[in-house]
Each structure stands twice: as C-alpha cells, then as structure tokens.
C-alpha cells in the first residue's frame, strides 16, 4: 500500500532555509502520471497547496510563493525535497506530502510534519 | 490565485443531510473536472473523499457524493453520523496547472 512520511526541523529561525523530506514507499516517481506534492496547514487555518513534482520531472509551485520554493526528487531513494527559503514566523504550519495519480486528486497523504518559525 | 469559497460552517442533526458549496472560477472549478474533496478531524491528516468532482475512492461512504455545476462544486452528506463531524476541504486543477484549496468549512452535527 501507498505510504508517505514527512521529516524535517521541527524549529528554524526567520530567515533560515526550510528543507523537508518526504519519503515514501508503495509507487514509483518514475512511473508515468505519479506525482508528489507538498500541502500546509498554519494552526487553525485552511490547508494551502505549495508545490507538485511528476514523474517526468515537470514541477508546478504555488504563484505566491514560487521565488521561495525548490522541489526534486531522488527516485532511487523513493524521496521528494522541498526547500522553502526566507522562512518567517507566518510559515508556522504543519506540513504534509501527499501522492497524486494523472492529476485528478491527493489520494494519499502523509501524517505531517509540525514546523515552527520563531527567534 | 485566491482560495476556493466554502462557508466558514456548516451544521446538522443525525441522518439529515447537508451540502457544503465551493465556488471557484472558470480558471479553476469551473474549467475543470479534477475537483476534489477532503475530510479532515482534528490533529489528522485529510482523506480523499472525492475526486473528479463526483467519484468516491474506494472505502468511502456512498452517503457522500460531489456535483457541480458552473463555477461551484458541491459535496454533500446524507445521513449524517456523528463521526462525520469534521473540516472538509474543497481542492481544484487551476489553468495554470496548479491546485488551489478552499478556506475549509467546518461540519458540526447536532
């Protein structure tokens, strides 16, 4: 079955460089129409698509944070990287990854990975 | 992008149903068929309830079904049950092949 786990700092100070890791187990990224993005969720709030990464490497980040968003991945070790640059304390959020076939939806999502941005 | 439109909360008593709206645009919901709903309870990740605007996943309840119709999506629930209480979140294919989410509504039944 399709699994996917998130891990990364659980504190970074405002300014510092965010790098999470997703790794997963169940599907190949290099099997044609999988995909692997990257969803957040501040404290209380709505969740918030960051970023999508394909099989054919074609990568796809959210319009209003796109300068700050980098994603790859690493097929033969079953990963996916997101780094997020400029972190401020309104990144606060938990952060989950989540496998997409053929675009048509999230079908399966990570347990999330608590970030906190604070001095 | 802005955020898909959901009612702040929606509520219900037990086996009655409700039908939570999530209006986009013609760039996103209503140009689309990969719209997509999530339940979300507490402290949890969001499940797949809905994708492609009206199919269920397997293991799903049939008592939840998606429409839509124009620029607005629809997710509703018949028979409400107690454990259904939760967020739920729309989720839609843009035309800039990105994924935009709704504001997320809040379910309580009664």
């Known amino acids: 079955q399709i699994t996917l786990k998130e891990s990364g700092p659980t504190l970074v100070k405002p300014t510092q460089t965010l790098t999470l890791t997703c790794t997963f187990s169940?599907?190949?990224?290099?099997?044609?129409?999988?995909?692997v993005g990257w969803i957040r969720q501040p404290p209380g709030k709505a969740l918030e698509w960051l970023a999508l990464?394909?099989?054919?490497?074609?990568?796809r980040f959210s319009p209003s944070l796109k300068s700050r968003l980098t994603i790859t991945k690493d097929t033969s070790k079953n990963q996916v990287v997101l780094t997020m640059t400029n972190m401020d304390p309104v990144d606060t959020a938990t952060y989950f990854c989540?496998?997409?076939?053929?675009?048509?939806?999230?079908?399966?999502w990570g347990q999330g990975t608590r970030v906190t941005v604070s001095s | 992008q802005s955020a898909l439109t959901q009612p702040a909360s929606v509520s219900g008593s037990p086996g009655q149903s409700i039908t939570i709206p999530c209006t986009g645009t013609?760039?996103?919901?209503?140009?689309?068929?990969?719209v997509s709903w999530y339940q979300q309870h507490p402290g949890k990740a969001p499940k797949l309830m809905i994708y492609?605007?009206?199919n269920r996943p397997s293991g799903v309840s049939n008592r939840f079904s998606g429409s839509k119709s124009g620029n607005t999506a629809s997710l509703t629930i018949s028979g409400l049950q107690a454990e259904d209480e939760a967020d739920y979140y729309c989720?839609?294919?843009?035309?800039?092949?990105?994924?935009?989410f709704g504001g997320g509504t809040k379910l309580t039944v009664l």
């Open positions: 989540a496998h997409i076939f053929n675009s048509d939806a999230f079908d399966m």
């Open positions: 169940g599907f190949s990224l290099s099997t044609s129409g999988v995909g």
């Open positions: 492609e605007v009206s």
């Open positions: 989720a839609s294919y843009t035309t800039s092949s990105t994924w935009v």
């Open positions: 990464i394909y099989w054919t490497d074609d990568k």
């Open positions: 013609r760039s996103d919901v209503g140009g689309y068929t990969y």
